[in-house]
C-alpha cells in the first residue's frame, strides 16, 4: 500500500473522501497576482513612484522590467504551483504596441499581449484600474478630490477599465472581476469627513453606471495606508453600504484591511448570508498592510475553512495581493500561491457535515475531539500525491527550478 492509498484510508474513516476533495480542489480557480512580480512597478515607464499608501520593501535583485520578462517570470512560478490559475491585472501593466496614452484613454487593444498570454494558456483574467502611482492623484486623493477636473480624469479611468474588463471577459468566454482600490484619505485629522465619501459615492454612481456583460464589479476597503492614517475615504462601511444598496458591485474584503484582531475568515460567511459572490484579497498581514508573502498560517487556514464550510466555492472569488521586494519574486509568487492550495486542500479535507451536525447537537466536546483529531492527519501524503497529479514538484525541490532560473536569467537582469 502506497503512503497515499493509507493517508486516504485515515481520512475515510473520519469520514472525509479524499478522492472528492482532490477533484473539487483541482476545479477552483486562483488569481495570480502580476503585481509580485515587479514591485507593483507596471509598464507605463512614467517616473512616478508607487504611491497610494501601499509600499514594496527590500531590494532583491532580478525584478521584472518589461513584459516579456514579467510574463517569463510568471511562466516560471506557474509551472510549480498546482491548480487552476487566473492571471490579475492592473490597468499599470498596459502593454502599447503602438502610441502610448494616459490612464482615462487606455483600449482593450492594450491589453491584447496579456489576452493572447492567458488564452495561450488557458487562464481567465481579473482586472483593477490602477489610481495610484500617477501625476493626477492630487493631494493623495482621486475619485473623492474635491477638484472636479481630478475627479473626472479618474471616473474616466474607472469607465475605461470596465469597458476593457467586459471586452477581455467576451474575448475569453469567462466573467472579469474588476476590483477598484482607491488610497484617498488623509494623513491628518480631516475637518470634512462626510465629503469625500459624498463624492466617492456620486463618482462610483457614475463609473458603474454602464451595463456591461461579463463584468463582476467590486469596491475594496482599508483602514489605512501609510502617510493615510488619520482617515480612509473608502472605509468598510462605506463600501460595505455601498455594495449592499447596489446590487451587482460587490465588497472585496482584503484580509490586510481591518484592524489587527479582526479577521476575514468571520466576516466571508456574514457577507455569504447577502451576497451571491464575496471577492477576496489573501495577503499576510505582519502588524499592519504589510503585504507580505501568503503563509499557511493559522487564518490562512480558517480562511479557507470558511470558503470550503459554506459549500462557497463558487462564490468565493480568491485572489491574492502581496508584493515582498525583499525575497526572489518567483518564489514568493511560488510560496503564497501553493499555501493557498495547501489550505483549501486542508479545508477540503474535513468532516464539514459531521462537525456541523455535532454543533447544532451541542455535543461540543465531541466537536472539539474530532476538529484537532483532523489535525494529525496525514495531509502531507495529500498534498504530495495531488501535486504529482497536477504534474508540479510535490515537495521542496521545485525550489532547484527557482534557483536555475535565477542564476541563468534573473541574475543577468541589470
Ligand atoms: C492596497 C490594496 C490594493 C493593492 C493592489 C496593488 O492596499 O490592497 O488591492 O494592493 O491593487
Ligand atoms: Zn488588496
Known sequence: ?????????????????????????????????????????????SGEALSGGIQTTGNYPGKARTPAELMADFD???????????????????????????????????????????????????????????????????????????????????????????????????PVLNNVWIPDGYKHTPADRIGPRVRLADSLDQIFAEKLDGVIDCVESKVFGIGVESYTVGSNEFYMAYAARHPGVY????????????????????????????????????????????????????????????????KVLIGLDYFDASINRVAAWVIGTRNMEKALLMALLMPHARLKALQDAGS????????EECKTLPFGDIWEAYCEMQGVPADASWFDAVKEYEKDILSKRA
Not at 461540543?364 to 476538529?371: K, N, Q
Request: glycine share 6%.
Open 76 to 174: 516560471k512560478a506557474a509551472s510549480l504551483i498546482p491548480g487552476k490559475k487566473r492571471i490579475n491585472l492592473h490597468a499599470s501593466y498596459a502593454v502599447f504596441e503602438g502610441k502610448r496614452v494616459d490612464r482615462d484613454a487606455l483600449l482593450p487593444e492594450h491589453f491584447a499581449a496579456w489576452v493572447r498570454f492567458a488564452k495561450e494558456r488557458g487562464y481567465g483574467i481579473d482586472f483593477n484600474p490602477t489610481y495610484f502611482s500617477h501625476p493626477m492623484v492630487k493631494d493623495g486623493l482621486t475619485l473623492s478630490s474635491p477638484d472636479v477636473k481630478v475627479r473626472q480624469f479618474w471616473i474616466r479611468h474607472g469607465i475605461a477599465c470596465r469597458r476593457i474588463a467586459a471586452a477581455i471577459a467576451k474575448e475569453l468566454g469567462t
Open 364 to 371: 461540543f466536546t465531541e466537536m472539539m475531539m474530532l476538529d
Open 251 to 314: 465588497n472585496l474584503l482584503d484580509n490586510g484591511h481591518y484592524h489587527p484582531t479582526e479577521v476575514v475568515s468571520d466576516k466571508i460567511p456574514a457577507l455569504l448570508a447577502f451576497f451571491d459572490k464575496v471577492p477576496l484579497h489573501v495577503t499576510h498581514p505582519v502588524r499592519w498592510d504589510s503585504d507580505h508573502v501568503v503563509l499557511l498560517d493559522d487564518e490562512l487556514k480558517e480562511i479557507a475553512k470558511e470558503i470550503v464550510r459554506c459549500d462557497a466555492l463558487d
Open 1 to 45: 500500500m502506497t503512503r497515499f492509498e493509507s493517508a486516504k484510508e485515515k481520512y475515510a474513516r473520519l469520514g472525509v473522501d479524499v478522492d472528492a476533495a482532490l477533484k473539487t480542489l483541482a476545479s477552483k480557480a486562483i488569481s495570480i497576482h502580476c503585481w509580485q512580480g515587479d514591485d507593483v512597478v507596471g509598464f507605463e515607464n
